[in-house]
């Protein structure tokens, strides 16, 4: 009689990339669609023109058909990466794929509760779009399950990370922030986006990592990963550009070069990093550029001051990130504590740097004393300081 093997027992190697992202997700990512208020959202619709609600309908039918792709076809990847008992990237991605079941029910509220919309909404999804999330990712993520070779694994991240999370969710997010922007309208919908968008930015920074490790382990993936993202680009400015085409003018002010540059900027960070591991043949040892520093202070400052929530806006490719403090995005602008933090101390600091600077300046502790506080946080001199001083 042959002995039955024991199960596994893994050990957990906390620091690393996957691991923290996996503390962060359930530290950051604990949120529930069905606790937004949105009653105010409700009214606040009527007061839109026909064609803004048509672009704020418009994209969040793409989210919700987008979130339900991404939902489906991440199970493929997480039973690559269970065969090759990875343990810590299987626990980030239970958390992952947790995000977007969230993410799939909150489009959906909105579009019941707030665009008072349940019908059939395929209108919405133009040629480029369905090309890539009904035929190109769906069949890049299945492909694992018979072939999850390092090619194979580089080529799925690539278009779910990269392409569908990175440039079109990003695309997405910049144009309801824009059109969202600095009004106090539809207060329920923007902290969903904000926290939904937040987890995006683990989603990516996971990716970004499986890249770099898929990199440092056989250099060859580089020109599976380089010739596969110049490939999807057109498709994936497509997308970009048939949303725009379909307004004349376009509400909100919205710009396609203007949504098109700030993509392809955010994208070029991650780029840059990706090569800097083909050049160095190292993985990242931890998640690259302002994303990172942006989180890491937010995990901060949000242990400093719980229970109260932190949340992250950021106006467009405005220079200032905002850590709205306790107001879950439902107060009003300028209601609730505050703290701005410029892009040039997230771009030239280290996390390390910024939040000794914000302990010595003591923030949490004046955001907790005084209602409305608000502290600024910037660059001068290569020093970072925090104004009004004490
Ligand atoms: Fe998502
Ligand atoms: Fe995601």
Not at 265 to 277: P, S
Not at 287 to 305: E, M, N, S
Not at 341 to 352: G, K, L, N, Q, R
Request: proline fraction near 6%.
């Amino acid at each position: 009689m042959t002995e039955v093997r024991p199960a596994r027992t893994g050990t957990l190697r906390h620091d690393a990339v996957p691991m923290r992202l996996y503390h962060e997700a359930k530290r950051l990512g604990a949120w529930d669609p069905q606790a937004l208020d949105l009653s105010r959202d409700a009214e606040d619709w009527s007061r839109f023109s026909v064609a803004e609600r048509d672009v704020l309908l418009r994209l969040s039918v793409m989210f919700q058909a987008a979130e339900e792709s991404m939902t489906r076809d991440l199970l493929p990847l997480l039973v690559a990466v269970t065969r090759e008992e990875r343990l810590e990237e299987q626990l980030f991605l239970a958390t992952f794929l947790a995000d977007e079941a969230k993410h799939i029910e909150f489009f959906r509220r909105i579009l019941d509760a707030v665009c008072r919309q349940s019908g059939d909404l395929q209108r919405y999804q133009t040629p480029s779009f369905r090309r890539l999330f009904s035929e190109r990712l769906p069949a890049a993520m299945q492909r694992l399950l018979i072939d999850p070779t390092p090619a194979a694994q580089a080529d799925a991240i690539v278009i779910y990370s990269l392409v569908g999370e990175g440039v079109l969710g990003d695309a997405g997010y910049h144009a309801f922030n824009t059109a969202l922007a600095g009004g106090d309208r539809l207060p329920g919908f923007r902290a969903g986006l904000a926290r939904s968008q937040a987890d995006e930015q683990r989603h990516l920074a996971y990716g970004l990592f499986v890249l770099s490790r898929l990199i440092g382990e056989g250099p060859d993936v580089w020109q599976t990963i380089s010739a596969r993202m110049e490939e999807l680009l057109p498709l994936t400015l497509g997308i970009v550009s048939e949303f725009f085409e379909s307004y004349d003018p376009m509400p909100f002010g919205l710009s396609l070069e203007d949504t098109v540059q700030d993509a392809i900027a955010r994208f070029a960070t991650r780029w840059a990093a990706l090569e800097e591991v083909k050049q160095r043949g190292r993985p990242l040892a931890s998640p690259p550029g302002a994303d990172q520093v942006v989180r890491d202070i937010q995990g901060w400052v949000g242990d400093q001051l719980h229970p109260a929530p932190i949340e992250v806006r950021r106006e467009g490719t405005g220079p200032v990130y905002t850590f709205h403090v306790g107001s879950g995005g439902a107060a009003p602008e300028g209601q609730a504590s505050a703290l701005l933090i410029t892009e040039e101390v997230v771009a030239h600091h280290s996390s390390e740097d910024v939040i000794a600077a914000l302990r010595v300046h003591r923030v949490p502790e004046r955001l907790r004393a005084t209602k409305r506080a608000r502290l600024t946080c910037l660059s001068a001199g290569g020093k970072i300081i925090v104004q009004p001083p004490e």
